[in-house]
């Protein structure tokens, strides 16, 4: 087998060798090139010590020498200079924090380098002059579509728990199943995970839950994970929803949601925006158990429910160390994902103004997906509710009527001009004034404003 190696990672791997050392390309870089991916990243490893690989390069960060990375920098096809992080083969030492090892030894043995990685598919090393170095059996893993620990998934999981969602996230953006004897051991270490760091666990659930396969959560619960790292959700796969409008339980029905926008979602997002819609289809409904209630008949309500599970959503995403904007986002989209005004411009205009025009066009996705993850009670009648109102929209920003302060013909600087005072005063005329124009846009001229001033 060849792999055709980026210029600068084969110019790498040549100068080690012709100083008389071992190095390959390994790691995720291998596994994407075999499963007819691009890489992100190329890195390599060496039996060259962090400062023989210093000594053969013009210039290198000391990333962490430390544990025997340096990054060897080298101008790229567009002559802006790239990193490759070049590591020494080393045999981790012992783990005592469930994440980092305490010590690392440097040593000459490829396979033993190999040995300490977490799954097979990462296991794998590649030159030009040795072709595949495949130990663990990693492209039959691939083939069969297996996400598999490299030799004891207990002694793997007990070096570092955050394999263990790990495993999880490889199968859902790969759409690969896990090894029974790995999915056990991660499933009896689960409780390992509380060692990890917020921002840890963060990171690995939101690429599981962005992937095409975020039902791959589905395996989380029953693996008893998700009981350590969002036990709100163990709560919602256990609450029944008893009436007409669904068949599922609220879990159920948050995966199946989450599923219907990744396999139908026609509309491409960016990678920010496709995590702000799936957080707040995973939470859209996490305030249902608290907010149920019975009817004489034994059907179930849920009134009020969005605000509740605008609260929880944000207690896990701070939980969970989430940025400002992902949390702004996301609670904005779980608080109005039940609004539903009279498909009207007017009403429509409204609803932009307060919910705000960024976060109301992510609705659409949403609301979809969450009506499609219902019975079939009214299901005709609710999507062509949905096509009426994004017919609204897009009118509106097609016409370009105003939604919002900005987009009013005047500023505060016009009502300066005309006598206000600098203060809350001049927010509030423009309010005022932008809920005239939202009732009529025709209204929205200089010079009618100005008259209305």
Known sequence: MRID??????????????????????????????????PNDWDITTNATPYEVKGLFKRTIDTGIQHGTVTVMLNDEDRNYRGYEVTTYRIDGEYE?????????????????????????NAMAYNDREGLVDIFSGEEDLKEGRIRAVGDPKER?????????????????????IDEDTKNAASLLKDNLRKISAERIQAEFTKLICSPNPDMIRML???????VIMPEFDICMETEQRNKHHLYTVGEHTIVAMMVNARYSKVEFEPDTMRYIRYALLFHDFGKP??????????????????????????????????????????ALVRWHDH????????????MSVIGADVYRLLFPIRIADTLAQSMY????????????????????????????????????????????????????????????????????????????
């Open 5 to 38: 190696l980026p210029k600068n990672v084969r110019f790498i791997i040549k100068n080690l060798q012709s100083a008389g050392f071992d190095a390959y390309a390994v790691g995720g870089c291998v596994r994407d090139v075999l499963l007819g991916r691009k």
């Open 290 to 331: 608290g907010a149920m209630t019975e009817d004489e008949n034994g059907a179930r309500h849920f009134k009020g429910h969005a605000l509740i599970s605008e609260k929880i959503a944000e207690d896990i995403m701070k939980r969970l160390k989430m940025d400002n904007e992902t949390i702004r986002y996301v609670k």
């Open 340 to 351: 539903r005004p009279e498909p009207t411009k007017k009403n429509i205009r409204k609803a």
């Open 378 to 453: 009214k299901r005709e009648e609710k999507i062509a509710y949905e096509k009426a109102v994004m017919e609204c929209y897009r009118e509106i920003i097609e016409e370009g009527d105003p939604v919002c302060v900005r987009d009013l013909a005047i500023d505060g600087n016009d009502l300066i001009e005309h006598g206000y005072e600098k203060g809350p005063k001049i927010g509030k005329k423009l309010q005022e004034l932008l809920d005239l124009v939202i009732e009529d846009p025709g209204c929205n001229t200089k010079e009618y404003l100005l008259s209305r001033i």
């Open 97 to 121: 924090d469930g994440r980092h090892p305490r010590s690392v030894t440097f040593t000459a043995s490829l396979e033993e380098d190999l040995k300490r990685r977490d799954f097979t598919i």
């Open 157 to 177: 999981f007990e070096e570092d728990a955050l394999r263990i969602l790990r495993a999880f996230r490889f199968a859902a953006q790969l759409g690969f199943r």
């Open 221 to 227: 619960y029953r693996a008893g994970i998700t009981k």
